[in-house]
């Protein structure tokens, strides 16, 4: 949080108010599961699917120095974190692509992985189980998929975080924000501003 509160200082960015809510008829990205909350600020909106949506109005000065102990406390704040990177145009994606997308997309990340060992962090069954030869322990895997889930479950910011020289790819729009400021490997290329 304290590379966000440098990138804000001084812009104001810090008192406005951010809107939570939850979107139950937008769509998600294929790779996550749960519901869709919305953070909006500025005109802009940005999503963070999880399974503890937070409804709430809040400000982005609340997160500074907050312990954010809680797996809806966590979510809540990368919901924040990705609306105020797409407000200062540190991020361009915000939300998912439209389901035409999603057949392309996986196909392009199995290219991506090319048939490497790959730890799922709380990637949704299904689609993003048919990439790479799954392993049930990040230990082993060369390629480690996350989530925005994967970041605010307990322990998963530990495997995200000391990957050992392993890929660690991002998706979703849910991550968009931490990988722009973090300079993370973030996967999304239909997601939409």
Not at 57 to 71: C, D, I, N, V
Request: proline residues 5%.
């Amino acid at each position: 949080m304290e590379k966000l509160r440098q990138k804000v200082e001084h812009t104001g960015c810090e008192d406005g108010n951010i809107m939570l809510g939850v979107n139950p008829d937008t769509v998600i990205c294929q790779f996550e599961r749960g519901a869709c909350m919305e953070a909006a600020f500025g005109g802009r909106i940005a999503q963070f699917v999880t399974s503890e949506p937070i409804r709430a109005t809040t400000r982005l000065g609340f997160m500074f120095g907050a312990l954010l102990e809680k797996p809806a406390q966590r979510a809540a704040a990368c919901a924040i974190l990705n609306v105020i990177a797409g407000f200062l145009c540190l991020s361009r994606i915000q939300k998912a692509c439209p389901k035409e997308c999603h057949a392309s997309c996986r196909e392009a990340l199995k290219k991506e992985v090319g048939g490497k060992s790959v730890f799922c962090l709380e990637v949704a069954p299904g689609p993003g189980h048919d990439l790479g030869i799954q392993v049930d322990n990040p230990g082993d895997a060369e390629v480690i998929l996350v989530t925005g889930e994967g970041l605010v479950v307990p322990g998963g910011q530990e495997v995200a975080g000391t990957a050992g020289g392993r890929r660690v790819i991002f998706l979703s729009p849910s991550t968009a924000g931490i990988c722009s400021l973090e300079g993370l490997e973030h996967w999304c290329p239909y997601g939409r501003a």
